[in-house]
């Protein structure tokens, strides 16, 4: 039976994650079909880049690692942004449908403030002109012009008044469909940081892009590390059953040393017998390559 390693179950999840992430943005990016399919075939790429190199580099010459951690560096950055890129994509979407919930009266149409205040300054210099015209008679037509022009000019300010009263209305509608569209936590993070909430979504997202990544990388690092291999361990129970089955008994291996393994490895044609070549293969230090090398000499001659 194949034993699965927590660390292996938790990097898939983690890449799993990161790589639906980078589909969703890829997609958002793109405008045509085939834009969109790139957009997410390079995030892909990125994203296993960034969590894989680290691990496929490990056991790599010096120069390859090299390039290998400038390329990581790169994939990391491009990876972040397109998670961000998600991550804010994801904000605004949030936020319409916060915006959209926000329940709205029906609101009376009307005419602009302006205009109404321009009639009212037209009836109030009309209604001037009447009143100081002069009649020697009762005049029920001017009598009649300046009672119409006052009429007209008190429904006009009843309207400027009802017209200010939905104005209020709206801006309020308003302000309420803005604070439901920020993230109620990023609102007041942002209000105590002294930042504006657009820039702390940012930052936010980039953060989270760049844990993720990590987290990523060490999962898979782990993961991928080379098992230890352990010597059957022989209790005297099965020493026992052996000798009295007549079958000889068989002792425990001795573990292998590290000449021993040197010595299989460059019989195999792994390695090359030298220093240079032990130091790689055994990822010691010079010394300690140095004296593996006159061991060998030794057990030779």
Known sequence: MIRVRPALVLAVAATGT??????LAGWQRGGWTTERLVWIATGVVLVAGAHLLPTLCRSAPLAVRSVGAVLWLGCMVAASYGHATFFLLSQSHAGMLREQSIQIG???SYRSL????ADQATVTAELAVAESRRCSGGCPSLQARRVSLAARRNALEVEAAEVRRLQSVADSNAARRAEAYDDPVAARLAALCAMAVPKLDLVAGLGFAAILEGVACLLWWIALLPMARHAPI??????DSRVGSGAEPQLPAE????????????????????VSGIRKHLRCSQTRAVSLRRQLDDATT
């Open 18 to 23: 990161a790589v639906c992430m980078s589909i």
């Open 106 to 108: 029906n609101t009376q």
């Open 114 to 117: 302006t205009a109404v205040v």
């Open 234 to 239: 022989t209790t005297e129970t099965d020493v």
């Open 255 to 274: 573990p292998e040393t590290e000449l021993d393994r040197l010595n299989r490895d460059i019989a195999a044609g792994l390695v090359p017998p030298t």
